[in-house]
């Protein structure tokens, strides 16, 4: 099963901005959609992007929609996400997953945003 591993978590400041990025230990090309999750203390998950096989289509939650931007780069076997704009609600542990294999999620990395 593919191994996902999550990283560029940190503190960042409100209107702040950082990049997460999710490297994966085998071709994602063929575990098909990837998907970033976020879940904050005492609150349930929640799917914050997806993008499909080829890249060209990303969807978001209405939370984030207009501030985030998931990409993916098949040949790296990596997934990213651009978060720009950045408020205290965004703060949540963030995991990578494939899309439709929710045992593949990874650690996580934390992101907190804070002044």
């Known amino acids: 099963q593919v191994q996902l591993v999550e990283s560029g978590g940190g503190l960042v400041q409100p209107g702040g901005s950082l990049t997460l990025s999710c490297l994966a230990s085998?071709?994602?090309?063929?575990?098909?959609?990837m998907s970033w999750y976020r879940q904050a203390p005492g609150k349930e998950r929640e799917l914050v992007a997806l993008i499909t096989t080829s890249g060209r289509q990303t969807t978001y939650s209405d939370s984030v929609k207009g501030r985030f931007a998931i990409s993916r780069d098949n040949a790296k076997n990596t997934v990213s996400l651009q978060m720009n704009d950045l408020k205290p609600e965004d703060t949540a542990v963030y995991y990578c997953?494939?899309?439709?294999?929710?045992?593949?999620r990874g650690r996580g990395t934390q992101v907190t945003v804070s002044a």
């Open positions: 085998e071709s994602i090309y063929n575990q098909g959609a």
């Open positions: 997953q494939v899309a439709t294999k929710p045992r593949t």
